[in-house]
């Protein structure tokens, strides 16, 4: 990806009329040849971490991550950062497959931090998209951490180096670059609310310090996330889906009374079987060792009852950190059906028990839950509609289904239908007015890039998923009037 409607062009100079070749019909003087003007494109962009001046900037044709002056074109970044390339259009026609590196050698100057004393290497991966006439490559630790993520991967998995040919020639080797880009994007855009324009951008140009912080914090927690996962991957190599975010939070700070902590969300999907795991790591440089697990939890599905329905129950065990460093445990058993295009879910959520330590923290009871809570999701027209009810004991509906508690060893004696009814009897409908004796509820609707969310405080809630990636949140108390929320 790169920047797009900036100071930065691509120039391609035009040949002369090529009417002469091939004779006849040239208005060319015949005393004279055509003249041939070489094709070059024009790249430009900046070295970033402040900015760099004083860094060679090249191109890594052949994918080796070595300089080779003799075929490997190269510039010098100047003040604020600049550096400029004149390319042939075969090397350009390179530049979407190729990396680009920069060696910032002692004396080159960080116009943040001064002088450099110590060389280092930042780079840019490939963007696999083609250059268009608006672009331009800020090359930062952000970008630098990008490529070292998917080099590590395809070292990993035997592909070794990557040239402008390979690319070229391997449309599945693209397709998986683009996809790990993409991930990695996506990750960054959803857990910082940055946009990927941002993430690329000159964000000192752009006077964005808040970006700029949070670059240097996001730079220290890839590197570490992206070493883990792939960890992880070796250890669970049938995953369908692995996801770790290592990042820092001040509402985590203050709610587990840390200091400028770094924490890591570890998500592992196993298709009948999931690992969530939340922990506070020890501040070492690789962040790989942990100081305190917050939350851990761990969930097992099988098929269940009724299958012309699709019946399935899931258990979940449930470890969360006390403000004491003890532990407390727990468990919810869910189970759902699926009838006429409508998903239908009960749920039992059983009271934890505290323990004194982390590896004591066992409870399998799934009798007498504390709360329960029914849920339908459903599609109409051109919505998606969700709807949530939760009973405590203190509610009269409480009750209802009483019998559908601990089911793990009942699925042949508990009717689907008896499920069916209970939940058609409740206001699950967007508009429907809610006179159950519930703990609370809430309900969601959701078209394109809008969701919007009501519950039984009266309080509504619209989201707004823009083109970047970001979230708009709006705000309002009856759904019609909207403010920015606070």
Known sequence: MFVKKSKFLIS????ASLAGCGGGGSDAAPDKPDPIVANTISLTGKVIDGYVSGATVWLDLDGDSK?????????????????SFEFTEEQA???????????????????????VTEAYQMSFPPSIEPLSDDDIRNISPLTSVIWGQLRRQLQGSGKGNLSCAELKADNNLRQELKREIEDVILNLVAHYNLSADQIYSDFIANNDSAVYDKAQSIVTGLKAAYKHKKDLEAEYPTAAEIRVV????KDKDEEYNFTDAWYRDEIIYMGTEDFIEFVKLKDTGSLNKIDVV???????????????????????????????QTYRCGNIERVSFEKEGIHYELG?????VTFPTLDECINTSLENPYERNFSLRYSETDYEYGA????????????????????????????ATELFTAFNAMPYRFDDEVALDVSYWRKSKATG??????????????????????????????????????
């Open 12 to 15: 391609l100079a035009m040949t």
């Open 67 to 83: 300089f080779d002056k003799q075929t490997e074109p190269s510039v010098v970044s100047t003040e604020s950062g600049n550096y």
């Open 93 to 115: 026609s390179c530049v979407p497959y190729s990396t680009m590196f920069v060696d910032v050698p002692v004396g080159a100057i960080d116009e943040d931090l001064g002088e």
């Open 246 to 249: 290592i990042y820092q939070d």
């Open 294 to 324: 917050l939350t851990k939890l761990h969930e097992v599905g099988i098929a269940w009852g009724d299958q012309s329905f699709n019946g399935w129950l899931s258990i979940r065990e449930d470890v969360y950190i006390n403000a004491d």
């Open 348 to 352: 039992n959520t059983i009271p934890t």
């Open 388 to 415: 949530e009810f939760y009973f405590r004991d203190m509610n009269a509906d409480f009750q209802t289904l009483s019998n559908w508690v601990n089911v793990k060893d009942k699925g042949a004696q508990l009717e």
């Open 449 to 486: 890039n809008v969701v919007i969310h009501k519950n039984d405080e009266g309080e509504w809630r619209k989201e707004t998923k823009q083109d970047d990636g970001t979230t708009v949140y709006e705000c309002s108390v009856n759904g019609v009037n909207w403010l920015a929320c606070p």
